[in-house]
């Protein structure tokens, strides 16, 4: 039992090592709002009415001006949201963001494609931008750091050499856990 344990703990470890150190990089240097950034083309629209703060519109609007660009529409998903008095399409992903917003002229709108710089792309996957192949990944990987971890916890608490100190850095661990829910 502890072989096969160890065995499944160390190449989970080794498999799963190049997403851990992506997402450990990636958010512990969003939460410093280090994020990288994107390449913004602006395009002009004009338009047979005016916008409507309307999903399916909207996207079907940007979809259109995407493809007579040439444009890959983003991987993620579109929302309207509100900006100041008025709104605005936002569609995310992971090569690029889109934006779609009325301006002034009722009969104008204004199409920003945002292309992700490197980094970006990156928090971008982070922040489950991307494909469905990508976001899978992800979900395998949070399986395999709980696996990881709590194979490895196992193995600690029935190592009597390293019990004690399992013992204690898991209740270290919930402590400032319990710390993090109420000060945070």
């Known amino acids: 039992m502890r072989r096969t344990l160890t ?9 799963f090592f190049p997403v851990a150190l ?31 703060p309307e999903l399916a519109g909207l996207v079907a ?7 007579s660009a ?3 529409p983003p991987s993620g998903g579109a929302s309207v949201k509100k900006a100041g ?4 399409l936002e569609w995310t992903g992971v090569q690029r963001d889109v934006v779609l917003r009325p301006t002034a002229d009722p009969l104008q709108a204004e199409l920003v ?6 980094w ?12 469905d192949i990508a976001k899978a990944i992800s979900v395998a990987w949070a399986i395999g750091l709980v696996t990881i971890l709590g194979s490895g916890m196992v193995m600690a608490w029935t190592a009597p050499p390293f019990r004690r100190l399992a013992i204690r ?16």
């Open 85 to 88: 008095t008025s709104f605005e």
């Open 169 to 184: 850095a898991s209740a270290a661990g919930l402590a400032s856990f319990v710390a993090y829910l109420l000060l945070g």
């Open 70 to 72: 040439g444009v890959t």
């Open 120 to 131: 970006r792309h990156l928090v971008q996957l982070h922040k489950a931008k991307g494909s």
């Open 61 to 67: 609007l940007a979809e259109r001006e995407l493809q």
């Open 22 to 52: 992506m997402f450990a990089l990636t958010g512990g240097l969003y939460t410093l709002e280090i994020k990288s950034g994107y390449e913004e083309a602006r395009r002009p629209l004009a338009l047979d009415e005016p916008l409507k």
């Open 7 to 15: 065995t499944l703990h160390l190449a989970l470890a080794a498999f």
């Open 113 to 118: 494609i945002k292309d992700t710089k490197p």
